[in-house]
């Protein structure tokens, strides 16, 4: 099975401006979880979503959103880049989706720079 | 909430060398328990996992076990190679959570 694949690997965007990040899971997977990591925070986790339905948020702003697609495959926004947005998005798959003991897959994550 | 605190690195030992990095953590109930190892410019990949207490969780030569009465899972290995240079993550996910919460990381050098 290929594995989670994060599109595109490198970005290089300006303030104020938006961007879209996109994760397609392992097939199969229904659940898509998004972390951002940054040297000073570490790994934070943004969203995750099932079957098309945002099922968990984290604490960030609503200028980061999120969305799934019937097929699972799952994209993330960001509007108004801010500096400190700049940081590797990761994406994660599981199966089943119930959290707790089953294993997320992730994907080899988007390198975003904001100017 | 939930929380989980590794042993600060960076972490350089010799090729062949014991290597232990410390994990605790805090988590109402009994969550699941994960190692994470990172090579530069990838994603994380997941090393090993234990998901009830005293399980034990082994990977390439590493283990961890899942210690309730310490809260603890410390990562071990014999014998460690260059090739095991990276930054490896403590992770905890609670039942029926959707998210995993992870340590700071703990970046290991291992020099021939």
């Known amino acids: 099975k290929a594995g989670v694949t994060q599109t595109p690997r490198y970005l290089i965007k300006t303030r104020g401006q938006q961007v879209t990040l996109s994760c397609s899971p392992i097939?199969?997977?229904?659940?898509v979880s998004w972390y951002q990591q940054t040297p000073g925070q570490g790994l934070q986790f943004l969203f995750e979503?099932?079957?098309?339905?945002?099922?968990n948020k984290g604490n960030f702003p609503g200028r980061f959103s999120g969305r799934q697609f019937s097929n699972s495959r799952s994209e993330m926004n960001v509007s108004t880049l801010e500096l400190g947005d700049s940081a590797l998005y990761l994406c994660?798959?599981?199966?089943?989706?119930?959290?707790?003991?089953?294993?997320?897959?992730f994907g080899p994550g988007t390198r975003l720079t904001v100017l | 909430g939930n929380s989980v605190t590794q042993m600060e690195g960076p972490v350089t030992l010799s090729e062949e060398a014991f290597l232990t990095i410390n994990c605790t953590y805090t988590?109402?109930?009994?969550?699941?328990l994960f190692w994470y190892v990172q090579y530069p410019g990838e994603g994380l990949q997941l090393l090993l996992k234990?998901?009830?207490?005293?399980d034990k969780g082994s990977n390439k030569g590493f283990e961890a076990t899942y210690r309730k009465e310490t809260t603890s899972f410390h990562l071990e290995k014999g014998s460690v190679q260059v090739s095991d240079s990276a930054v490896y993550f403590c992770?905890?996910?609670?039942?029926?959570?959707?998210?995993?919460?992870f340590g700071d990381g703990t970046t290991l050098t291992v020099k021939p």
């Open positions: 994660a798959s599981e199966n089943s989706g119930t959290g707790g003991s089953d294993t997320q897959y």
């Open positions: 097939s199969g997977h229904r659940s």
């Open positions: 979503y099932f079957s098309e339905t945002q099922r």
């Open positions: 988590a109402t109930g009994y969550p699941s």
């Open positions: 234990a998901t009830k207490a005293d």
């Open positions: 992770a905890l996910r609670s039942q029926n959570a959707g998210k995993s919460t």
